[in-house]
């Protein structure tokens, strides 16, 4: 965790070098694919939870997706039973960042400009978004369509402060008291499970 948010933070500082003020609308033909819908439903979202079904299904049936499970769950163990450590990290990493590059061709659809900063806002988001959906920060739990759906609940508490006419700060204080129900009832429903 401390060498991802190290990286983060150099990249950013690079980003910031090459780019220090936003410029540069992006071209009106890319915000048009960027941003097409079927209907009211927008591409992106139907892309997102085809994505997560995919990768869902890739976590709990394949090799690939049972060793990166078991690897987060007992390195050791995972280790002694076959599981190629430095592969199942390197895949894990490289995977990460492949998707969240994907999801940035998203978020240019919103920004629709060149901006340095624009994607800061979204690193505590995204672990919230996974720990609200079920995952657990010491590995081996979690899904892609729990973080999906923690995504959408995260998006759902910006909007219903908008709709009350609350004012922004209101939005990580429901955030933050989400993220400790989601540990708290984590926490209890693991204390239940040993009990058994």
């Known amino acids: 965790m ?9 990249l950013r500082a690079v980003s910031l070098i090459l780019r220090p003020t936003p410029a540069g609308n992006i071209d009106d033909a890319v915000m048009d694919t960027i941003n097409a819908r079927i209907g009211f439903v927008p ?10 079904i995919f990768l869902e299904f890739g976590l709990l049936r394949t090799k690939w997706g049972i060793g990166f499970r078991a690897f987060g769950s007992r390195p050791e163990a995972a280790r002694v039973s076959g599981v190629p450590p430095r592969a199942v990290k390197i895949v894990a990493y490289l995977s990460c960042s492949l998707i969240s590059g994907f999801a940035a061709v998203f978020m240019m659809g ?3 400009i060149g901006d340095a900063v624009s994607g800061g806002d979204y ?4 672990i919230a978004a996974a720990v609200i959906g079920g995952a657990s920060l010491f590995g081996a739990r979690g899904s892609f369509i729990g973080a999906l759906l923690g995504a959408f609940l995260i998006s759902q508490v910006n909007v219903v402060t908008a709709f009350l ?14 993220i400790i129900a989601a540990v708290a009832l984590y926490s209890k429903a693991r204390q239940l499970v040993l009990v058994q």
């Open 110 to 112: 919103q920004v629709g």
């Open 43 to 52: 591409v992106s979202l139907i892309i997102a939870a085809a994505l997560a």
């Open 165 to 178: 006419d609350l004012t922004d700060a209101w939005q990580p204080i429901l955030l933050g008291c989400m």
């Open 2 to 10: 401390v060498a991802t948010l190290a990286t983060f933070m150099m």
């Open 123 to 126: 690193t505590l988001g995204s």
